[in-house]
Protein backbone atom coordinates (compact mmCIF):
# COMPACT_ATOMS: atom_id res chain seq x y z
CA UNK A 1 0.00 0.00 0.00
CA UNK A 2 1.45 3.48 -0.90
CA UNK A 3 -1.77 5.62 0.07
CA UNK A 4 -4.38 6.06 2.80
CA UNK A 5 -7.75 4.88 1.45
CA UNK A 6 -9.33 6.76 4.11
CA UNK A 7 -7.19 10.52 3.14
CA UNK A 8 -5.32 9.43 0.56
CA UNK A 9 -2.06 10.58 2.61
CA UNK A 10 1.20 8.94 1.70
CA UNK A 11 1.42 6.11 4.66
CA UNK A 12 4.83 4.54 5.90
CA UNK A 13 5.30 1.31 7.35
CA UNK A 14 5.75 1.58 11.37
CA UNK A 15 5.26 -0.34 14.25
CA UNK A 16 2.21 1.40 15.59
CA UNK A 17 2.22 2.28 19.61
CA UNK A 18 0.94 -0.79 21.51
CA UNK A 19 2.00 -3.27 18.34
CA UNK A 20 4.54 -5.80 17.61
CA UNK A 21 4.21 -5.67 14.07
CA UNK A 22 4.68 -3.26 11.40
CA UNK A 23 1.70 -2.15 9.81
CA UNK A 24 0.82 0.79 6.93
CA UNK A 25 0.23 4.08 8.87
CA UNK A 26 -1.05 7.23 7.52
CA UNK A 27 1.06 10.12 9.63
CA UNK A 28 -2.27 12.04 7.89
CA UNK A 29 -5.07 10.99 9.63
CA UNK A 30 -3.35 8.56 11.80
CA UNK A 31 -5.05 5.16 10.21
CA UNK A 32 -3.50 1.97 11.05
CA UNK A 33 -4.11 -0.67 7.96
CA UNK A 34 -4.12 -3.83 9.31
CA UNK A 35 -3.75 -6.78 6.41
CA UNK A 36 -5.00 -10.35 7.21
CA UNK A 37 -5.15 -13.03 6.16
CA UNK A 38 -8.04 -14.08 3.19
CA UNK A 39 -10.48 -16.58 4.22
CA UNK A 40 -11.29 -18.86 1.41
CA UNK A 41 -14.80 -21.46 2.00
CA UNK A 42 -15.21 -24.48 -0.23
CA UNK A 43 -17.51 -27.76 0.35
CA UNK A 44 -16.29 -31.53 -0.71
CA UNK A 45 -20.32 -31.79 -3.11
CA UNK A 46 -20.90 -35.53 -2.39
CA UNK A 47 -23.31 -37.62 -4.21
CA UNK A 48 -23.75 -41.43 -3.82
CA UNK A 49 -20.13 -42.32 -3.96
CA UNK A 50 -18.42 -39.73 -6.05
CA UNK A 51 -17.88 -35.70 -5.13
CA UNK A 52 -17.80 -33.09 -7.40
CA UNK A 53 -15.09 -31.63 -9.15
CA UNK A 54 -14.17 -28.49 -10.93
CA UNK A 55 -11.73 -27.90 -14.05
CA UNK A 56 -10.96 -24.16 -13.15
CA UNK A 57 -11.20 -21.82 -15.82
CA UNK A 58 -9.14 -18.72 -14.18
CA UNK A 59 -5.83 -18.24 -13.00
CA UNK A 60 -3.85 -19.34 -10.52
CA UNK A 61 -3.62 -22.80 -11.71
CA UNK A 62 -5.96 -22.58 -14.75
CA UNK A 63 -7.23 -26.46 -16.75
CA UNK A 64 -6.82 -27.81 -13.04
CA UNK A 65 -9.09 -29.61 -10.58
CA UNK A 66 -10.02 -28.50 -7.80
CA UNK A 67 -13.26 -28.63 -5.22
CA UNK A 68 -15.29 -25.41 -5.35
CA UNK A 69 -13.87 -22.86 -3.04
CA UNK A 70 -13.69 -19.12 -3.23
CA UNK A 71 -12.98 -16.18 -0.83
CA UNK A 72 -15.94 -15.57 1.92
CA UNK A 73 -17.86 -11.88 1.12
CA UNK A 74 -18.54 -9.57 3.46
CA UNK A 75 -22.29 -10.28 4.90
CA UNK A 76 -22.25 -14.08 4.49
CA UNK A 77 -21.03 -17.32 7.02
CA UNK A 78 -18.35 -19.58 6.35
CA UNK A 79 -21.30 -21.81 5.25
CA UNK A 80 -22.96 -19.63 3.42
CA UNK A 81 -20.04 -18.51 1.15
CA UNK A 82 -19.05 -22.69 0.73
CA UNK A 83 -22.64 -22.60 -0.37
CA UNK A 84 -22.14 -20.13 -2.49
CA UNK A 85 -19.42 -21.04 -4.20
CA UNK A 86 -20.94 -24.70 -5.13
CA UNK A 87 -23.67 -23.23 -7.05
CA UNK A 88 -20.88 -20.38 -8.68
CA UNK A 89 -18.65 -22.82 -9.61
CA UNK A 90 -20.42 -26.08 -10.36
CA UNK A 91 -24.36 -24.98 -10.71
CA UNK A 92 -24.92 -27.63 -7.91
CA UNK A 93 -27.26 -26.53 -4.55
CA UNK A 94 -25.65 -28.87 -1.50
CA UNK A 95 -27.26 -29.25 1.57
CA UNK A 96 -26.34 -30.88 5.04
CA UNK A 97 -23.35 -29.23 5.43
CA UNK A 98 -20.55 -29.85 7.87
CA UNK A 99 -17.10 -28.31 9.00
CA UNK A 100 -14.62 -30.65 7.71
CA UNK A 101 -11.26 -28.96 7.95
CA UNK A 102 -9.45 -25.90 8.73
CA UNK A 103 -6.01 -25.19 6.47
CA UNK A 104 -4.07 -22.64 7.22
CA UNK A 105 -1.51 -21.62 4.04
CA UNK A 106 1.11 -18.57 5.70
CA UNK A 107 2.89 -18.39 2.97
CA UNK A 108 -0.14 -16.80 0.89
CA UNK A 109 -2.01 -15.59 3.53
CA UNK A 110 -5.04 -17.85 3.20
CA UNK A 111 -7.16 -19.87 5.60
CA UNK A 112 -9.38 -22.52 3.79
CA UNK A 113 -12.67 -23.96 5.54
CA UNK A 114 -13.73 -26.49 4.29
CA UNK A 115 -17.24 -28.21 4.43
CA UNK A 116 -19.12 -31.84 3.50
CA UNK A 117 -22.46 -31.58 1.54
CA UNK A 118 -24.47 -33.97 0.12
CA UNK A 119 -25.39 -32.68 -3.45
CA UNK A 120 -29.49 -32.09 -3.40
CA UNK A 121 -29.57 -33.87 -7.27
CA UNK A 122 -27.02 -35.02 -9.14
CA UNK A 123 -27.75 -31.78 -11.20
CA UNK A 124 -24.66 -29.76 -11.76
CA UNK A 125 -22.62 -28.21 -14.33
CA UNK A 126 -19.89 -25.39 -15.31
CA UNK A 127 -19.95 -22.27 -13.96
CA UNK A 128 -18.17 -18.80 -15.08
CA UNK A 129 -15.25 -19.92 -13.40
CA UNK A 130 -15.20 -23.35 -14.76
CA UNK A 131 -14.38 -25.25 -17.57
CA UNK A 132 -16.62 -28.42 -16.54
CA UNK A 133 -17.87 -30.09 -13.71
CA UNK A 134 -17.36 -33.65 -13.36
CA UNK A 135 -18.60 -36.34 -10.43
CA UNK A 136 -15.50 -38.73 -9.51
CA UNK A 137 -15.17 -41.73 -7.70
CA UNK A 138 -12.18 -42.11 -5.55
CA UNK A 139 -10.22 -43.89 -8.74
CA UNK A 140 -11.07 -41.77 -10.83
CA UNK A 141 -9.56 -38.77 -8.98
CA UNK A 142 -7.32 -36.90 -11.42
CA UNK A 143 -4.51 -36.51 -8.41
CA UNK A 144 -1.51 -35.20 -10.54
CA UNK A 145 -3.83 -32.01 -12.41
CA UNK A 146 -5.54 -31.26 -9.15
CA UNK A 147 -4.44 -26.81 -8.82
CA UNK A 148 -3.90 -26.80 -5.17
CA UNK A 149 -2.09 -29.09 -2.07
CA UNK A 150 -4.95 -27.83 -0.07
CA UNK A 151 -7.56 -29.48 -2.27
CA UNK A 152 -5.42 -32.92 -2.52
CA UNK A 153 -4.79 -32.76 1.43
CA UNK A 154 -8.41 -32.77 1.63
CA UNK A 155 -9.48 -35.53 -0.65
CA UNK A 156 -6.70 -37.50 0.92
CA UNK A 157 -8.70 -36.86 4.15
CA UNK A 158 -12.40 -37.29 3.04
CA UNK A 159 -11.25 -40.71 1.16
CA UNK A 160 -9.61 -41.86 4.21
CA UNK A 161 -12.52 -40.78 6.57
CA UNK A 162 -14.55 -42.63 4.28
CA UNK A 163 -13.25 -45.59 4.25
CA UNK A 164 -12.96 -45.68 8.36
CA UNK A 165 -16.78 -44.92 8.25
CA UNK A 166 -16.20 -41.92 10.49
CA UNK A 167 -15.78 -38.48 9.19
CA UNK A 168 -13.71 -36.22 12.20
CA UNK A 169 -12.67 -32.13 11.78
CA UNK A 170 -9.08 -31.72 10.74
CA UNK A 171 -6.73 -29.02 11.19
CA UNK A 172 -2.90 -28.66 8.92
CA UNK A 173 -0.78 -26.34 7.78
CA UNK A 174 0.26 -26.30 4.23
CA UNK A 175 3.46 -25.69 3.76
CA UNK A 176 4.48 -24.93 0.14
CA UNK A 177 2.23 -24.88 -3.61
CA UNK A 178 3.21 -27.61 -6.08
CA UNK A 179 5.28 -26.02 -8.77
CA UNK A 180 4.45 -27.81 -10.97
CA UNK A 181 2.05 -27.34 -14.67
Excluded at 9 to 38: E, F, S, W
Excluded at 148 to 172: C, K, Q, W
Aim: net charge negative.
Amino acid sequence: MKYCPNCAGTLNLAVPDGDTLPRHVCPDCGMIHYQNPKIVAGCIPVWQDSVLLCRRAIAPRYGRWTLPAGFMENGETVAQAASRETVEEAEARVVDLEFYGLFNITHVNQVYIMFRGRLETPEFGAGAESLEARLVQEHEVPWDELAFPVIHRTLNLFFEDRRRGAYGSHMFDIKSIRQSG
